[in-house]
Nanobody, 117 residues
Framework: QVQLVESGGGLVQAGGSLRLSCAAS????????MGWYRQAPGKQRELVAT???????NYADSVKGRFTISRDNAKNTVYLQMNSLKSEDTAVYYC???????????WGQGTQVTVSS
């Protein structure tokens, strides 16, 4: 079992910045990839950014150049620095962790990010 605790969401004006954090505990030694997904009202959940244990990153095209994912393996924590926020970034952001053997996805409870224009 892996438990995830997210923090850092909130309300920000367009052009502003926010930083999300997600700390994993429990069977954290099994963690492979960590990342962030988001879901806007009436839309499907979509990938924002992921990072493998080795540091390989993957970003949605819509956030490239504005968002940066990072992780501290020693603290089992993943971060999402979000700059130049746009109204279309408004969504609930979910932390995601993929563990090894057998592969399994864990999800955080979600944190609301609202960007006002």
């Amino acid at each position: 079992q892996v438990q995830l605790v997210e923090s850092g969401g909130g309300l920000v004006q367009a052009g502003g910045s926010l930083r999300l954090s997600c700390a994993a505990s429990g069977s954290s030694f099994r963690i492979n990839a960590m990342g962030w997904y988001r879901q806007a009202p009436g839309k499907q959940r979509e990938l924002v950014a992921t990072m493998t244990r080795g540091g390989t990153t993957n970003y949605a095209d819509s956030v490239k150049g504005r968002f940066t994912i990072s992780r501290d393996n020693a603290k089992n924590t993943v971060y999402l620095q979000m700059n130049s926020l746009k109204s279309e970034d408004t969504a609930v952001y979910y932390c995601n962790v993929l563990v090894f053997g057998p592969p399994y996805d864990y999800w955080g409870q979600g944190t609301q990010v609202t960007v006002s224009s």
